[in-house]
């Protein structure tokens, strides 16, 4: 082999070397960053099962408990899950069971909303019976959708 293919295949293994240490370092740089950005507050949420797949309120529980698994803090407080009286719920919903604090930004509403994917929500507040839990999560029938 000639001296100037040994110089061209140098230069060209010193390059790919030199990408693929860039690039695992971005890779390794953005992952940190997204775990740096997210807000640690503890929600308090209970999950219905609003479309009679048994256990799917469980399930979902524990997909958002395995979802922020490798973080310090728990992000949700969760009360028992259940069902919902009848199995008539084709979209999943967000139910706000307690005054949100208009101040903070984001609220609780809006970060529960980028943790769950479920962007559909009412207010439910009964100002005489406070509910333990500020939010309620239905689950419908798309939950295939929020627990990709």
Known sequence: ????????????????????????????????????????????????????????ARDYEAYLKDMYNGYENTFFKFSEPSNTRKSIYNKSIIVVSQELDTLQTPNN??????????????????????PDYQFLIIIGRDFQNIMK
Not at 10 to 29: K, P, R
């Open 1 to 56: 082999m000639s001296l100037r293919l040994k110089v061209i295949f140098a230069i060209i293994g010193t390059v790919a070397i030199t990408f693929i240490i860039i690039v695992l370092i971005n890779i390794y740089t953005n992952d940190k960053s997204v775990k740096e950005e997210i807000d640690d507050r503890e929600l308090s949420v209970k999950i219905l099962n609003g479309c009679g797949v048994p256990g799917l």
């Open 109 to 130: 509403l809006e970060v529960l909303i980028e943790r769950t994917g479920i962007e559909n929500w009412t207010y439910a507040i009964d100002k005489v019976e406070l």
